[in-house]
């Protein structure tokens, strides 16, 4: 949860595309040498988070299938390690706001309301431990968290830290409701020292950035690689697509700045998945999915996992589409082209050589035939075998073939790209031409390992 905040301005041009790879992979690796040593999410970490569905509801008399309660955390994790979720990698199921009593015990510490959590957060731990899930939780560095229970000030972080790690807890987010500026830039990296001398692997989210506008001078996302796990850099989501549509945009028109920040153990974050909810057409929801694998962000769904229809669970599940999202390599991808026919074409450097491409169609009135040829997009000479995500269709195309996809209104097409040849990363640039090929010729053209 977090403070609404008004979307960036309109910055749009065509990117550097495809060439950038080499460039992009050292910068990773120079980030990733600094990154927050605490062995966790070293892929973007999926699960489950409560916040965009079920909000605040602590009506647990009116209400009790649906309120804020230790059933309800209980039935996702049910729903995770019973349904195929927890195979696909989603393991965090994570509490956001409002779990907490009005008031910490007689010794300072936090504790969970008595009538919606019983067992206390610790018994909500072990019962997803014993399922092979993870338990995150929700704490505020001001006095009070956005929904008005008690905050973590500075004084109380290292109890709180604590106090998690007894619980038995595997993530916490940190919000940044009713605090400063000031009282941020010491809380922050405080609570990422508590966390770690607490002995618990706890993955931290920090919602910092984003209540500093989410780009420097003001955030310094070195210090976050070096503190966080994961970072909030933007406004909630909500269930609409005109959000998700700002979040795509402010993320992609401020992605050279962005995508140094991620890699491994690091990870920008665009808030919650919200397919299965009821704001998302399908086309949208995928084109959502779609993105957040090129962004390599955190995807942690939102919904109702007892209700979800068939039609979201199997864009949700798309086993393609999150070995995209979960690459090893961790390099967050790129815009490289927007249209004049309101279609914009994405980009990713994968693992293998390989890459994904997704063809993301802004119109809102009529499928869109999208004509160009792998060379027009950067793609070095030679034989490409592609994978289609979604309708998992295969073809071979070579560089200088033309060819059509029709990308319907607000949705994707989206291609796993694997390369002709090995990716030589000696190479780099003299005065702004790539120098020789960027690939050897002797390499095998594979998918990734889920489809062997």
Request: charged share 20%; proline share 5%.
């Given at each position: 949860?977090l403070?609404?905040?008004?979307s960036?301005?309109?910055?749009?041009?065509?990117?550097?595309g495809m060439h950038?790879a080499?460039?992009?992979?050292a910068?990773?690796?120079?980030?990733?040498?600094?990154a927050?040593?605490n062995?966790v999410?070293?892929t973007?970490?999926?699960?489950?988070?409560?916040w965009?569905?079920?909000?605040?509801?602590?009506?647990?008399?009116?209400d009790p299938?649906?309120c804020?309660?230790?059933?309800?955390?209980?039935?996702m994790?049910?729903?995770?390690?019973?349904?195929?979720?927890?195979?696909?990698?989603?393991?965090y199921v994570?509490i956001?706001?409002?779990?907490?009593?009005?008031?910490?015990?007689a010794?300072?510490?936090?504790?969970a309301?008595?009538?919606?959590?019983?067992?206390?957060?610790?018994?909500l731990?072990?019962?997803?431990?014993?399922r092979?899930?993870?338990?995150?939780?929700?704490?505020?560095m001001?006095?009070h968290?956005?929904?008005?229970y008690?905050?973590?000030?500075?004084?109380?972080i290292?109890?709180?830290?604590?106090?998690?790690a007894?619980?038995e807890?595997?993530?916490?987010?940190?919000?940044?409701?009713?605090?400063?500026?000031?009282?941020?830039?010491?809380?922050y990296?405080?609570?990422?020292k508590?966390?770690?001398?607490?002995g618990?692997p706890?993955?931290y989210s920090?919602?910092?950035?984003a209540?500093?506008?989410?780009?420097?001078?003001k955030?310094?996302?070195?210090?976050?690689?070096?503190i966080?796990?994961?970072?909030?850099?933007?406004?909630d989501?909500q269930?609409?697509?005109?959000s998700?549509?700002?979040i795509?945009d402010?993320f992609f028109?401020?992605?050279d700045?962005?995508i140094?920040a991620?890699?491994?153990?690091?990870?920008?974050d665009?808030d919650m998945?919200?397919a299965?909810?009821?704001?998302?057409?399908?086309?949208q929801?995928?084109?959502?999915?779609?993105?957040w694998?090129?962004?390599?962000?955190?995807?942690?769904?939102?919904?109702?996992?007892?209700t979800?229809?068939?039609?979201?669970?199997?864009?949700?599940?798309?086993?393609?589409?999150?070995?995209?999202?979960q690459d090893a390599m961790?390099?967050?991808?790129?815009?490289?082209l927007?249209?004049?026919?309101?279609?914009?074409?994405?980009?990713?450097?994968l693992?293998?050589?390989?890459?994904a491409?997704?063809?993301?169609?802004?119109?809102?009135?009529m499928p869109?035939?999208?004509q160009?040829?792998l060379?027009?997009?950067?793609?070095?000479?030679?034989?490409?075998?592609?994978?289609?995500?979604?309708?998992?269709?295969t073809m071979?195309?070579?560089?200088?073939?033309?060819?059509?996809?029709?990308?319907?209104?607000?949705?994707v097409?989206?291609w796993?790209?694997?390369?002709?040849?090995k990716?030589?990363?000696?190479?780099?640039?003299?005065?702004?031409?790539?120098?020789?090929?960027?690939y050897?010729?002797?390499?095998?053209?594979?998918?990734?390992?889920?489809?062997?």
């Amino acid at each position: 949860m977090l403070l609404h905040l008004p979307s960036a301005g309109q910055n749009r041009s065509l990117s550097l595309g495809m060439h950038l790879a080499v460039l992009l992979f050292a910068s990773a690796l120079f980030v990733a040498t600094f990154a927050l040593d605490n062995g966790v999410m070293r892929t973007p970490p999926m699960g489950w988070l409560a916040w965009e569905r079920f909000r605040c509801d602590i009506d647990c008399e009116h209400d009790p299938k649906n309120c804020i309660s230790e059933n309800l955390f209980m039935d996702m994790a049910d729903r995770l390690s019973e349904d195929g979720w927890r195979e696909l990698g989603y393991v965090y199921v994570n509490i956001d706001d409002c779990w907490s009593s009005m008031k910490r015990d007689a010794k300072g510490r936090l504790q969970a309301d008595p009538k919606r959590f019983p067992g206390g957060i610790q018994k909500l731990a072990r019962y997803m431990h014993d399922r092979g899930l993870k338990l995150g939780i929700y704490g505020d560095m001001g006095t009070h968290t956005c929904g008005g229970y008690p905050g973590t000030t500075l004084d109380k972080i290292e109890i709180d830290a604590q106090t998690f790690a007894d619980w038995e807890v595997d993530m916490f987010k940190f919000d940044g409701c009713y605090s400063n500026a000031t009282e941020q830039e010491k809380g922050y990296p405080l609570m990422s020292k508590a966390l770690n001398a607490t002995g618990r692997p706890i993955g931290y989210s920090c919602s910092w950035p984003a209540y500093q506008g989410g780009l420097p001078p003001k955030v310094n996302y070195t210090q976050l690689g070096e503190i966080c796990n994961l970072w909030r850099n933007y406004g909630d989501i909500q269930d609409s697509w005109d959000s998700v549509l700002n979040i795509i945009d402010w993320f992609f028109e401020n992605q050279d700045v962005l995508i140094p920040a991620a890699g491994p153990g690091q990870w920008n974050d665009p808030d919650m998945l919200i397919a299965g909810d009821f704001g998302l057409s399908m086309e949208q929801s995928r084109a959502q999915m779609a993105l957040w694998a090129i962004m390599a962000a955190p995807l942690f769904m939102s919904n109702d996992l007892r209700t979800v229809s068939s039609g979201a669970r199997s864009i949700l599940q798309n086993k393609m589409a999150i070995s995209i999202n979960q690459d090893a390599m961790g390099i967050q991808g790129r815009r490289i082209l927007t249209e004049k026919s309101q279609i914009q074409v994405f980009w990713r450097p994968l693992s293998k050589n390989a890459s994904a491409l997704v063809f993301f169609s802004r119109r809102t009135d009529m499928p869109y035939r999208y004509q160009t040829t792998l060379s027009k997009l950067n793609y070095t000479t030679g034989s490409y075998e592609i994978y289609d995500v979604f309708t998992e269709k295969t073809m071979v195309l070579k560089d200088s073939t033309s060819f059509v996809v029709s990308v319907n209104p607000t949705g994707v097409v989206m291609w796993y790209v694997s390369a002709p040849g090995k990716l030589n990363r000696r190479l780099f640039y003299k005065g702004g031409r790539l120098q020789g090929s960027e690939y050897d010729d002797d390499d095998e053209n594979n998918f990734p390992r889920v489809f062997l």
